[in-house]
Structure formats: structure tokens, C-alpha cells
């Protein structure tokens, strides 16, 4: 449970130590921001906290039916090569940050096997459904297409199920093809499903797009590639045995917040974590930018959330962090053991800084400047939480996911707004229909 501790025993257990789990969660104890004050913040949030096991997203790690569900129907596609997910936000980019952090370990063994249709550019789309459908002239049975919609209205999402159905009509060998509907129980696209004999899986009525790739939505795919989806769900639950981790990160980012730091860098040190960025900027996003408050007042809040990566972003968008406005705060997420190593050799350039660098391991340059940015940043009195995880892989993605999950439920107690609605993008959504009608 993540209820508040004895504010005492909170303080002596977790600030200015590391916090042992998965990815481990330091904070700078010499920031700004008063201790007095993030306690004041984390003591206002413990029925916020007493609440959280209720929330969909957190329920679905403990749901064993669900997970029965998802391995029963994955076992029927276990022979097909390429899986091709189709949908939007919520419903890709979760599964998109996952697979890619798969990719870092040289055994994955999903190399090549997932595809993501999340667009509506037509040379991009045509080109992927004119590759899809030379595979599928050899050997039709071997390709999955995964339709992934909440709501089962989604423009972009259905316009492309529509446009793979007849691509697949026209091939001249289609002995079998396959799809899979993943879709709220009382949506259209349920419905539709049903009528073309498509095999369905429902996303729970209370979990949104953005909180649900620990769903049938992240995991079906992953299910049908052979991923251990049980152990997924049990590294998320972890994040409890954290007392009061998102909490105090959730208490210290509300206070930046109200000093002006409107922004959130997530600066990420792994090169297979910048889908992981993505997932995040909707979630932050989406969650916390709302024109109104709980009670209806006009607020127009939010954080505006930028991702960073280490070590290319140092040369480019370090300048204006440094020398710009004082108005972001920064999490930063690094990696400490890679999957392959090298060394440099003895005889390295023998000019200042290198000529230490014979017979050391390559990924000491990456560390250097991690360590390098974070020195820098505390000098420069640039306030930052940061994650170090063991490895890149799924295991701690999910978990990093959990957390932030978690922490935006409780950033959107204290600004007082609905982190689960979002009803600012119903407005273009509204104008596209309407032009549609019209085209
Ligand atoms: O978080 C959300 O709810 C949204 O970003 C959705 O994921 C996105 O709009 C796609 O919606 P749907 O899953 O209904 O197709």
C-alpha cells in the first residue's frame, strides 16, 4: 500500500537515500524547496493516496481473468511472424515505448515482429500496406492486425481499418486473415467486430487511453509475441512497495509548478527510452492541461512537457536550458548496466581528456556526462528528481510507467483538475467530423 507513513519515518526512510527497487528514485535533498513544504503536500494527498487502488489502471495489475483472457486468445495466433498494430495515442504509444526498450537487448526476440500504423500520411501509409500486402500474397496467415480504439470512433483508426480491410480483399490469396479488435465493451467498433467475426478483447470501462497499456491494449500484442505479461504486471505493482514514491515526486513536482517551473523536461539518458518519452508527454499532457478546474472555474492549467535525450540534446537544447528561463523542471532517467560492452584500447589519443581513457569501457562516457549534466544542473540551482534503472528493458519501463501513472493522478489532486478526462481535444475532433461530412 502507498498510504502516508509517519511524515518522520518518511523523511528518515527516503530523502537524500536511494530508494532499492527497480529503477531507484533519488531526490536532491539540497533543492529549494523546503522539506516542511513537500510534507504539508504529501500529508494533503493521503486520501487521494488511500484511493488509488481503486483506479482502473491500478486494479488491471491485480485482474488474473484479464491476463487469462489475453494469453488464452494470443495462444490461437501463436504461428504469426508479424503483429501490426493500428490505433492512436493511448493506444499505441505505450506498447510503441515498450517494444523499443525490447530492441536494446540483442536477444529480443521481437526483433521485426511488431508494426505500429499510427498515422494518416498517405505515403507513409500506402507504403506500409503496399509492404504488408507482398507479405501477405506469400503467406497471409502470417501477419495479425491488432485495430486498438477506446472509444471505437476514432477517425484516424477506423479510416485505416477501413482502407487495410480492402487491401486485404484485393490480394489474390487471402486464405486467412487476421484480426483482433481491442475496444471498449459498448463501442461501435465492439460491435462491428462481432459482425465480421473479428476475436475481441475489451479495455475497461474506467481505464482511458493514456492509463492503459497494462490492458489487453499493451499486452495482447506483446502476449502474441511471447512475453511474460504476468511478470509485467508484478513489476508494476512494485511501485506499492515504494512507500509514498509517487507521492513525494508528485508532492516536489507540484511545488516547482507553483514556482514557475511550468515545464517538465524528462531527460532520458538510453537511447530505446525515447518512445518512453513520448508515452509520457501524453500523459502529462493530456492529464493535467485543462481549461477548468474540478469545481468548473476557468483555470487553463497544465504542464507543458518536453523530452530530452542524453547525450544528443546536451548539444543542442542544453544551451537554452542553461542560459534560458528559469521555468523547467527536469526528471531524469538513466540506465546503469548496458547489454554489450567494449573497451577502449591502450592505445588511445594521447591529449587531454583522453589519454585516460586506454583499457576503460566505453559506457564510462555516457555515465561521465550523465554525471557531468547532473553536477551542472545542481550548480546552477536547476531542481531535478531523478530514476536510475538497473537495465533498459520492459520490466522497468512498466514500472517507470506505473509511477509516473500514479504520480499524474496525484499531480491532478493537488491542481485540482480531472487527470482522467479530455475534453480540450473534443474540439477538433468535432471540426473533423463536421469536414468530413463535407468532403
Ligand atoms: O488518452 C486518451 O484517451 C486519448 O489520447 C486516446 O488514447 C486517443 O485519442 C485514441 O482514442 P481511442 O483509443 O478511443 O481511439
Redesign the pocket.
Known amino acids: 500500500m502507498w498510504y502516508l507513513a509517519s511524515t518522520s519515518k518518511l523523511f528518515a526512510k527516503y530523502f537524500g537515500e536511494r530508494m532499492k527497487q527497480l529503477c531507484e528514485f533519488f531526490y536532491d535533498d539540497s533543492s529549494r524547496i523546503a522539506k516542511p513544504a513537500i510534507l504539508e503536500q504529501v500529508e494533503s494527498l493521503h486520501d487521494a493516496c488511500a484511493m488509488m487502488a481503486e483506479h482502473g489502471f491500478v486494479r488491471v495489475l491485480h485482474d488474473q481473468s484479464a491476463r487469462d483472457e489475453i494469453n488464452e486468445l494470443a495462444s490461437k495466433f501463436s504461428d504469426v511472424e508479424l503483429v501490426v498494430v493500428v490505433?492512436?495515442?493511448?493506444?499505441t504509444l505505450g506498447l510503441q515505448a515498450l517494444y523499443q526498450v525490447a530492441l536494446a537487448d540483442p536477444e529480443c526476440v521481437m526483433r521485426e515482429k511488431l508494426q505500429f500504423i499510427d498515422t494518416v500520411d498517405t505515403d507513409k501509409f500506402i507504403g506500409q500496406c503496399d509492404q504488408l500486402g507482398k507479405r501477405m500474397e506469400r503467406d497471409s496467415a502470417s501477419v495479425l492486425f491488432v485495430i486498438?480504439?477506446?472509444?471505437?470512433?476514432?477517425v484516424e483508426?477506423i479510416a485505416n481499418l477501413m482502407m487495410i480491410e480492402s487491401m486485404v480483399k484485393n490480394l489474390s490469396h487471402t486464405e486467412q486473415a487476421n484480426f483482433v479488435c481491442i475496444t471498449g465493451h459498448d463501442s461501435p467498433l465492439w460491435e462491428y467486430a462481432a459482425q465480421h467475426s473479428y476475436s475481441r478483447l475489451p479495455i475497461p470501462t474506467d481505464v482511458?487511453?493514456?492509463y492503459s497499456v497494462l490492458t489487453a491494449v499493451g499486452l495482447f500484442p506483446l502476449a502474441v509475441l511471447g512475453v511474460d505479461i504476468a511478470a509485467l504486471h508484478e513489476a508494476a505493482r512494485s511501485v506499492a512497495k515504494v512507500e509514498n514514491g509517487p507521492v513525494i515526486s508528485a508532492a516536489i513536482r507540484y511545488l516547482e509548478y507553483r514556482q514557475s517551473r511550468q515545464i517538465h523536461d524528462l531527460f532520458l539518458f538510453s537511447a530505446y527510452l525515447e518512445s518512453f518519452g513520448k508515452w509520457s508527454r501524453?500523459l502529462i499532457a493530456?492529464s493535467l492541461g485543462k481549461k477548468h478546474d474540478c469545481s468548473g472555474k476557468e483555470v487553463c492549467s497544465g504542464i507543458t512537457p518536453i523530452v530530452s535525450i542524453g547525450t544528443q540534446d546536451l548539444h543542442s537544447m542544453a544551451q537554452l536550458y542553461f542560459a534560458g528561463p528559469r521555468d523547467k523542471f527536469t526528471t531524469f532517467i538513466s540506465v546503469e548496466k548496458s547489454y554489450r560492452s567494449a573497451n577502449f584500447s591502450d592505445d588511445v589519443w594521447q591529449q587531454s581528456p583522453f589519454e585516460r581513457l586506454g583499457g576503460k569501457p566505453y559506457s564510462c562516457i555516457m555515465k561521465s556526462v550523465e554525471y557531468g549534466t547532473k553536477k551542472a544542473y545542481t550548480a546552477e540551482g536547476m531542481p531535478f528528481i531523478s530514476f536510475v534503472c538497473e537495465q533498459a528493458s520492459m520490466k522497468h519501463v512498466v514500472y517507470l510507467m506505473q509511477w509516473m501513472m500514479m504520480e499524474t493522478v496525484l499531480l491532478g489532486t493537488l491542481l485540482e483538475v480531472n487527470p482522467f478526462d479530455?475534453p480540450g481535444?473534443e474540439t477538433y475532433k468535432r471540426e473533423l467530423r463536421g469536414r468530413l461530412q463535407d468532403v
Open positions: 490505433g492512436m495515442g493511448g493506444s486498438i480504439s477506446k472509444s471505437g470512433t476514432t483508426t482511458g487511453g493514456r501524453q493530456e479530455q481535444v
